[in-house]
């Protein structure tokens, strides 16, 4: 079965880094976009950032400037990169890929998802 898996969420404090990532396991034929969404208590799932399978990126505006991500096709993983980290961050982060199998099946998946919290 394809599926993500997610790693690097924890606790930090105000200011600090912290690196997500995200591997898609199983057999795949092709990776489209991925990204990662985020959901804080008792508010809707949000985009935080994207990347297409050749690179491009798009972000929140709210992390335009501290937050990183990439991918290593190679490793079929996402990473995003986390600084300067603040306390309306806190949530659980989801990783989301779109994948074609190698049995030429489109598949959005979903990880379950990692907690961050930022707090002193």
């Known amino acids: 079965q394809v599926h993500l898996v997610e790693s690097g969420g924890g606790l930090v404090q105000p200011e600090g880094s912290l690196r997500l990532s995200c591997v898609a396991s199983?057999?795949?034929?092709?990776?489209?976009?991925m990204g990662w969404y985020r959901q804080a208590p008792g508010k809707e799932r949000e985009l935080v950032a994207s990347i297409s399978s050749g690179g491009g990126t798009n972000y929140a505006d709210s992390v335009k400037v501290r937050f990183t991500i990439s991918r290593d096709n190679a490793k079929n993983t996402v990473y995003l990169e986390m600084n300067n980290l603040k306390p309306e961050d806190t949530a659980v982060y989801y990783c989301?890929?779109?994948?074609?199998?190698?049995?030429?099946?489109?598949?959005?998946?979903w990880g379950q998802g990692t907690l961050v919290t930022v707090s002193s």
């Open positions: 989301n890929a779109h994948v074609i199998t190698v049995n030429y099946r489109y598949l959005e998946l």
């Open positions: 199983g057999i795949i034929f092709s990776i489209n976009t």
